[in-house]
């Protein structure tokens, strides 16, 4: 069975920095495209960023130049480093993994990320 595990979330205060993974296992990871999307409470799923397979990243314009997102395929891993971190980043941060070419998609369970003083 696939699986997507994050992990990194917490509190920290504004202005902090956070580091979320997730380590993907039974797929063929190389051939997906990675993401991480957040839900604040009340609000809809959100996309974060995006890393496809190749390494290209793109960015939702509320966290360029504040979020960093890596893959290490050696690891099945994906990173999402988050700087300069702001209440309203606060939301639960799922990670997804999508191999458009086969319609096949997978979602993490999530991962709190609270940014509070």
């Known amino acids: 069975q696939v699986q997507l595990v994050e992990s990194g979330g917490g509190l920290v205060q504004p202005g902090g920095s956070l580091r979320l993974s997730c380590a993907a296992s039974?797929?063929?990871?190389?051939?997906?495209?990675m993401a991480w999307y957040r839900q604040a409470q009340g609000k809809q799923r959100e996309l974060v960023a995006v890393i496809t397979s190749g390494g290209s990243t793109n960015y939702a314009d509320s966290v360029k130049g504040r979020f960093t997102f890596s893959r290490d395929n050696s690891k099945n891993t994906v990173y999402l480093q988050m700087n300069s971190l702001k209440p309203e980043d606060t939301a639960v941060y799922y990670c997804n993994a999508k191999w458009i070419r086969f319609n096949r998609e997978y979602w993490g369970q999530g991962t709190q990320v609270t940014v509070s003083s």
């Open positions: 039974r797929i063929s990871f190389t051939n997906y495209d």
